[in-house]
Structures are given as structure tokens and as C-alpha cells.
């Protein structure tokens, strides 16, 4: 398990940038935290079987959200959760996990878990959709 985690945060680590590992999980912890609100039922369960255990658990007890949040509104809260970030800093923390999460994921899974949120989604992912 300890290979994943590891595997993981060097994939986020990489697309963000970032000089740390810890940095790179701030990041995974705060954007899985926020997409484990926007996700229900066998979805949000296969993602979190194919993540690493302890982000798992964070995508499996999410932050609380009223309502689905638009892509736009979505960085916007990352910001809000990450010490210094701003919204261009937040797009950047947000592409890096989700283009991440996307790869584990698999297409199959990203197509349902793209049919649970609201559009805009596809870009954080990495993944733009056709229009």
C-alpha cells in the first residue's frame, strides 16, 4: 500500500510542481476531500477502492456541501481550504490531483464519475469532452 501512496503523490507531485511531497498532499487531501462531497453510492466507492487507503478515507468522508458545486465555484473552495492559494494556484493544485485521480481511475469509471458532477468537470480532470 505504502508503493501506491508513494506512487500517487509522485504523480500529483509532478503535474503540480511542487517542491515537496507534502505539499503534493496538501493538495490531494483538501481537492479529494472536496470531490468526495460532489460523489454518491457505487461511484464514490470504486473510486475510492482504486486510491491509496488513507486518501481514500478522505474521499469516502468528505467536507460537507449544500449543493453541487460548479467547476468555477469547485477552485474556488479549494482556495479557500489551502494556507496562501489563490484561485490560479487552486486551478493548478485541483489539475494536478484530478488529472491524477483520472489515470486511476480508468475511462470507464471517469465517464460515471463525470455524469455525477456538473459540466465544466472535464477540464479539471484533464479530459476535455467534444463539444
Do not use: C, K
Not at 504523480?11 to 454518491?40: C, D, F, I, N, S
Amino acid at each position: 500500500m505504502t508503493l501506491r501512496r508513494a506512487a500517487f503523490l509522485e504523480h500529483v507531485q509532478e503535474r503540480g510542481e511542487y517542491g515537496t511531497t507534502q505539499e503534493a498532499e496538501r493538495a490531494a487531501r483538501v481537492v479529494l476531500a472536496l470531490l468526495g462531497a460532489h460523489l454518491v453510492g457505487e461511484v464514490r466507492a470504486q473510486l475510492a477502492a482504486r486510491l491509496p487507503e488513507d486518501f481514500a478515507l478522505i474521499l469516502l468522508n468528505p467536507l460537507q456541501s449544500a449543493e453541487p458545486l460548479s467547476a468555477e465555484r469547485f477552485v474556488r473552495a479549494t482556495a479557500a481550504w489551502i494556507e496562501g492559494a489563490t484561485e490560479q494556484t487552486a486551478t493548478w493544485d485541483v489539475s494536478a490531483v484530478l488529472s491524477t485521480v483520472a489515470d486511476t481511475a480508468g475511462d470507464d469509471l471517469l465517464e460515471q464519475i463525470l455524469l455525477q458532477l456538473p459540466a465544466g468537470y472535464d477540464l479539471l480532470f484533464g479530459r476535455p469532452r467534444p463539444i
